[in-house]
């Protein structure tokens, strides 16, 4: 099977980019060790092409690359426990594509987002809806996306991942 990787790198804390690019890594090398699938994703099949090429052209070429890589899969595994508005881009390309979809994350202690109440203009008080505030509603909420994994570590998120994609694979 020919999978994506999809992750937000550009806010991940830089005091957790070394775990976190690792375990990408890992989930990979494990993707297609284990399990024998093809497997791409940006650090490693753009976002080193990139640095090659002028600035004025990376933003271009990222999102072509990128969505290629998206439109080529079939199966996306997102890994999304930071932010990431590329990543956003990605799930509706997979999500368009009619691509299933493996949400995976983790709590890191930093990136659980807080509930917070606002006022409207009509002056009705509300609180903002942002479920267990690690991943958006709206991305959770994508139809294609056949699996929420929320892992503990490295080690227990490839385990749970590559369990996730087992039971596409029947």
């Known amino acids: 099977m020919r999978i994506y990787i999809a992750c937000g790198l ?9 775990e976190y690019s690792a ?6 090398s494990a993707l297609k060790e284990c399990r024998k699938h093809a497997v791409k994703y940006a650090l490693v099949n753009s976002d080193p092409q990139l640095a090659n090429k002028p600035l004025e052209q990376r933003a271009r070429l990222c999102y ?14 997102a890994e999304v426990s930071f932010p990431s508005t590329g990543l956003g881009i990605e799930l509706q390309v997979a999500e368009q594509s009619g691509t299933p979809i493996i949400l995976c994350f983790r ?15 009509d002056h009705s008080q509300h609180e903002l809806q942002i479920g267990e505030g690690f ?16 892992y503990g570590d ?12 087992a039971l596409l694979e029947r």
């Open 64 to 77: 072509l690359w990128d969505r290629e890589m998206v439109e080529e899969a079939e199966l996306v595994i």
């Open 107 to 121: 709590d890191f202690g930093c990136n659980r987002t807080v509930p917070v109440e606002y006022v409207n203009p």
């Open 10 to 18: 550009t806010h991940v804390p830089r005091d957790l980019f070394g």
């Open 23 to 28: 375990f990408l890594h890992n989930l990979a």
């Open 154 to 165: 490295s080690a227990d998120g490839i385990t749970e991942i590559l369990d996730a994609v």
């Open 135 to 150: 991943v958006s509603l709206m991305a959770l909420g994508i139809p294609s996306v056949l699996s929420v994994v929320r």
